[in-house]
Nanobody
């Protein structure tokens, strides 16, 4: 059974940066597409980025493209999400999730089998 654990959330001012991490146990990163999702207060959980285990390719939603970057550390079995130029709209609980190594429909929440517990990110002055 795989386990995904997020860390790195917190409070940051608009324009600031945070780095989230997702540590995976029970399998190597090559076994999963790692997706990042965000759930704003009162909203639905939405996909924002992913990196495929099979091809290492990265994809980003329009809302974060150019500001957020995914990276992976195979030695630590960790995927990180570097978040720059943060806005109040980026506030929410951030989840990492694991799906098949290559996902065609990486946006669909139901395609991810394993989930972390989430970490809170608050962007406010």
């Amino acid at each position: 059974q795989a386990h995904f654990v997020e860390s790195g959330g917190g409070l940051v001012q608009p324009g600031g940066s945070l780095r989230l991490s997702c540590t995976v146990s029970g399998g190597t990163l090559d076994h999963y597409t790692i997706g990042w999702f965000r759930q704003a207060p009162g909203g639905e959980r939405k996909w924002i980025a992913c990196i495929r285990g099979s091809t290492k390719s990265e994809t980003y939603s329009d809302s974060v493209k150019g500001r957020f970057t995914i990276s992976r550390d195979a030695a630590e079995n960790t995927v990180s999400l570097q978040m720059n130029s943060l806005k109040p709209d980026d506030t929410g609980v951030y989840y990492c999730a694991g799906g098949r190594p290559y996902l065609d429909n990486y946006v669909y929440i139901g395609n991810y089998d394993f989930w972390g517990q989430g970490t809170q990110v608050t962007v406010a002055s």
